[in-house]
């Protein structure tokens, strides 16, 4: 605090006296009022100082209004005042920035009260547990000020939110407000929380920011909303930017997906406000980030694949090839485009087939090279293009076919009707621009990177000069435009063109001596190239003679010794006769040591500030770093050295060949060991599966020769005494005796049917006699009379009998039928247990069966009885519980009781007392008035109660008075 002091005593215009004490007097308040209104109106009081006096009011009021927060956390509007006036002091945002001067000393004093508050770790924690709170007047003042400072001391501030137990939490749910004004500033303080600290980035990516800010987006309108949409879009740059684990969390949560209606920019004549065109170029910014080259490359490729599986690359495309695009939309668009497609094969191959909407329809490459070469078009958009056909290119040997194929005479369209890219090259390479000619000669260049083939094919690209005279190679007349420097009235940069055509020309004959012989073949390059290297130029020269050196060193370093006249050590004899060999290498150096060349060789896109730093080339930059010590060595070298080199390299040649029989060799029979390999663990899977079906089966077998034992000793039975099982056994319950009691019964109802069918038979016969004696003759009508009679009476006696037997025979019948019927079940029944009982030789399945049936019932049964006993068990430990809370209850009733009765005879004796108390006071009322009177007997004067209450409230009344006085000069 002693600093600051010093500051507020050094300041010219300072605040008056009377200013000073109205502070001083405000944080008294604040510190000693009891009541909660006063400390309220006090705090109001400094909020209304604090932004006139900030420095003085910092000074004094800081550690109240901390106090105040900490203390009077339950009345939100005094919270809400100290908060605003913490954010007025440490802001700098209300400042007016009259001079430069105060404008520094506010910031000073910002960073110094920041300083002075987060020196107490606590009070950050503090104001983000005030967070919490709901009210509107806690809230948003307290989002305000967490941001203030994290725009002072943003680092000191992160670290103590990153160690404070769910403080980026809190900050999140600010997100999800429905206030749109917290909503807002929660967005600023988190764009300010994630700036530049990856730890806090990987928290709110996990606690689902990106969800709620693609939410957020969507609800604003996406590219047709407001700040809101930037603020979101910025904030979503922090935590992608650099941060390789939350990029690949972005893109597996598939919100790339989600970025695909950002850019449905609608029709032409839709309207393109600043805010829209702001929006979007975030938008594309945010793509890129996704897909830059810094990125690790999977994490970039498997960005690029969504974006093509997602629709995201031919929505660009759409924009791309769209009229009335804002032109640095069109710009950041293509740089967009171009690092979607950079290696990529697939995206590379669809932006290949993309087609301009033009009649006749022309490729969107062919389109974007138009604008490349026309030098009416804006600088940052034709270099836009050319990073475009470089990342087109970039390790894309189908695409640099294509464009070479373009140029060469089988494949030039006769008619002219339409222009291919190869020719749109080759005119901006020779044209008076030398931009384009730079431009033209890197894309070319590009077309030929890191491919042998396309360098050789390209020799073959035959041009007509002029009318008359024999056509010329590409080759010829690079050097020929190289040759003749400045003899050709060029726009631009002196040097751009030259440089442009070196790097072509170094590029193209890098690692492929076909190409080094064409050029040596013509004579005239070698004495130019000496010549140029030789020569004491400026310095804006020194970088063409670098290049020429560099050439030169490729034609020696790549000669296949091929021309007699320009062998590899005839060379070295010229640079040292005409040249020496340490001016060659320090010539050599001037490219590296160049200022542009570093700029070049950090970033793959080439951005310039303006054309005249348009020299390099960053691909150009690795080939420089990759040959220059090679060489150097190679200058430096001697005949006999170059021959055993060139031994050395037949011998690693042949070796090579060796080494390439033996891969594919050692290939192929990796590809058969792989197979076998998979065979192998195939006979395992199923080796291991059939000796887990064995295992089982065993232990299956097993059980069951258990449980046939254990019935055997269950039953009591043996094998070898299966015939006398039914005399020991029971049939559903009946025992064998009974059956044999049946049965007997049964043979004597038998024998007692005979026998009533004999005496049947008898009477039967007896019948018969009868009726045959009542049929003879000889007989006298008396006898006959008397003998029929005798006889009438004899047959009804009969049919009497007759009748009784029958229905005697009836029901023994309906008896032997029933018992019949009772042996036949029995008999069932006796042989269906008979069958159940194991013989030797038959199946134990069924035997297993029964069982583990009777096994399974038994366990129920068991388990059940054992749940039943716990329940008791339960109840019964539950009910001496409550037994216990009921005689506890009891005896605490019986307690309260007695102390009942000891405070109702409290109760009795305080009222006796009060009486006794009113009786006295009643008696020395009595006295003091009989007093009085005596004294105004006696003549002294006596003051009446009346008079002595209206004075105090005179002397009441003047204090007041005195307050507000005091108040309205505050």
Not at 309 to 335: F, H, K, R, S, Y
Not at 404 to 426: E, H, R, Y
Not at 542 to 552: K, S
Request: charged content about 25%; some cysteine.
């Amino acid at each position: 605090m002693n600093f600051l002091r010093g500051v507020m005593g050094g300041q010219s215009a300072g605040p008056q006296h009377t200013e000073a004490e109205t502070i001083q007097k405000l944080c008294d308040r604040v510190s000693s009022s009891t009541l909660l209104d006063d400390r309220r109106n006090a705090v109001r009081a400094l909020k209304s100082l604090s932004k006139k006096y900030r420095l003085e009011v910092g000074i004094q009021a800081m550690d109240h209004l901390i106090h105040v927060l900490q203390t009077d956390r339950s009345d939100s509007e005094i919270i809400g005042y100290a908060l605003d006036t913490l954010y007025n002091i440490i802001s700098n945002d209300e400042e007016e920035e009259v001079e430069e001067n105060s404008t520094r000393q506010s910031e000073d004093f910002g960073s110094q009260f920041t300083e002075i508050f987060i020196k107490q770790q606590e009070n950050v924690t503090l104001l983000l547990s005030l967070l919490e709170e709901f009210d509107f007047h806690v809230r948003w003042p307290g989002v305000k000020l967490l941001t203030s400072l994290l725009k002072q001391l943003g680092p000191q501030v992160q670290q103590i939110i990153l160690v404070s137990p769910m403080g980026v939490s809190r900050l999140m749910d600010l997100l999800a407000d429905s206030r749109e004004v917290i909503r807002n500033d929660g967005v600023l303080l988190l764009q300010a929380l994630t700036r530049s600290n990856g730890a806090i980035q990987k928290i709110v990516a996990f606690e689902n920011a990106f969800e709620r800010l693609l939410d957020i987006i969507t609800e604003e309108g996406n590219s047709d909303g407001g700040i809101v949409v930037e603020d979101c879009l910025i904030l979503l740059q922090n935590l992608l930017k650099n941060n390789n684990s939350n990029q690949n969390f972005f893109k597996e949560g598939s919100y790339i997906q989600r970025m695909k209606p950002w850019f449905d920019v609608g029709d032409e004549n839709s309207g393109w406000s600043a805010q829209k065109v702001t929006n979007l170029h975030v938008m594309l910014q945010l793509v890129r980030v996704l897909v830059s080259p810094t990125n690790p490359p999977g994490a970039t490729s498997s960005c690029q694949k969504a974006m093509f599986q997602c629709g995201l690359l031919q929505q660009l495309c759409t924009i791309l090839m769209a009229t009335g695009v804002p032109a640095d939309i069109l710009t950041e668009t293509i740089n967009t485009v171009s690092e979607v497609i950079r290696g990529y094969q697939v995206n590379q191959d669809y932006f290949a087939s993309v087609n301009a909407p033009s009649n006749p329809q022309r490729p969107a490459i062919v389109v974007l090279l138009m604008s490349m070469v026309n030098e009416r078009q804006p600088f940052v958009l034709r270099c836009a293009v050319l990073y475009c056909f470089q990342c087109f290119l970039y390790k894309n040997q189908k695409g640099q076919g294509e464009i070479v194929s373009t140029l060469l005479p089988s494949t030039i369209d006769a008619t002219g009707n339409s222009v291919s890219a190869g020719q749109l090259l080759c005119g901006g390479l020779f044209s008076t621009d030398s931009l384009s000619n730079w431009c033209a000669a890197v894309a070319l260049a590009h077309a030929l990177q890191e491919n042998a083939t396309q360098k050789e094919q390209l020799l073959r690209v035959q041009l007509a000069t002029s009318i008359g005279n024999p056509p010329v190679s590409l080759l010829q007349q690079c050097t020929n435009i190289l040759s003749q420097g400045d003899k050709i009235d060029r726009r631009g940069s002196k040097i751009q063109t030259r440089v442009g055509l070196l790097m072509l020309l170094c590029t193209w004959l890098s690692n492929c001596p076909i190409a080094v012989t064409h050029f040596l073949h013509n004579s005239a390059n070698v004495p130019f190239l000496t010549g140029q290297i030789a020569e004491n130029l400026g310095e804006e020269e020194q970088l063409v003679q670098g290049l020429c050196a560099l050439l030169l060193g490729i034609s020696i370093y790549f000669n296949d010794n091929s021309l007699e006249s320009y062998m590899k050590e005839k060379l070295k004899q010229l640079i040292e006769k005409r040249i020496g060999k340490e001016n060659f290498i320090e010539k050599l150096g001037f490219i590296s040591k160049h200022e542009l060349y570093s700029r070049a060789s950090q970033k793959p896109q080439p951005n310039f500030p303006s054309p005249e730093y348009m020299i390099f080339d960053h691909e150009f930059t690795k080939l420089v770093k990759e040959l220059e010590g090679v060489i150097t060595k190679a200058i430096y070298k001697s005949s006999e050295e170059d021959k055993k080199e060139e031994e050395v390299k037949k011998t690693l040649e042949q070796h090579d060949s060796i080494v390439t029989h033996y891969k594919n060799m050692i290939r192929e029979q990796d590809l058969q060991l792989e197979e076998l390999k998979q065979q192998i663990s195939t006979l395992k899977c199923q080796n291991e599966q059939l000796q887990t079906a064995v295992t089982q089966q065993v232990s299956q077998i097993q059980q069951h020769k258990d449980q046939y034992n254990l019935l055997k000793v269950q039953l009591g039975k043996d094998n070898q005494h299966q015939g006398s099982y039914s005399d020991k056994t029971q049939v559903n319950g009946i025992q064998s005796e009974e059956v044999g009691r049946l049965r007997e019964e049964l043979e004597e109802l038998k024998s007692n049917q005979e026998l009533l069918q004999s005496q049947l038979a008898e009477k039967n016969s007896l019948i018969e006699n009868l009726k045959s004696s009542q049929a003879s003759p000889g007989t006298n009508e008396q006898s006959s009379a008397t003998a029929s009679a005798r006889d009438s009476e004899q047959i009804t006696e009969l049919k009497q009998e007759l009748a009784t037997l029958k229905s005697q025979l009836n029901s023994q019948s309906m008896e032997i039928t029933k018992l019949q019927t009772e042996k036949q079940e029995l008999l069932q029944k006796t042989e269906t247990f008979a069958k159940s009982v194991p013989v030797p030789g038959e199946s134990e399945a069924g035997m297993a069966t029964k069982t583990t049936d009777v096994e399974g019932r038994l366990s129920a049964l068991l388990q059940e009885t054992k749940e039943l006993k716990n329940e008791i068990k339960a109840l019964s430990e539950e009910r001496t519980a409550i037994k216990e809370q009921l005689d506890a209850s009891n005896s605490t009733i019986a307690i309260l009781q007695n102390e009942k009765n000891k405070l109702e005879m409290d109760v009795t004796d305080s009222k006796k007392e009060q009486d006794d108390l009113l009786v006295l006071l009643a008696d020395q009322d009595q006295k003091i008035f009989s007093l009085k009177n005596k004294l105004k007997e006696l003549g002294h004067p006596v003051e009446e109660e009346d008079e002595l209450e209206s004075g105090d409230q005179d002397d009441e009344e003047d204090e007041d008075e005195d307050d507000g006085k005091d108040q309205g000069h505050i």
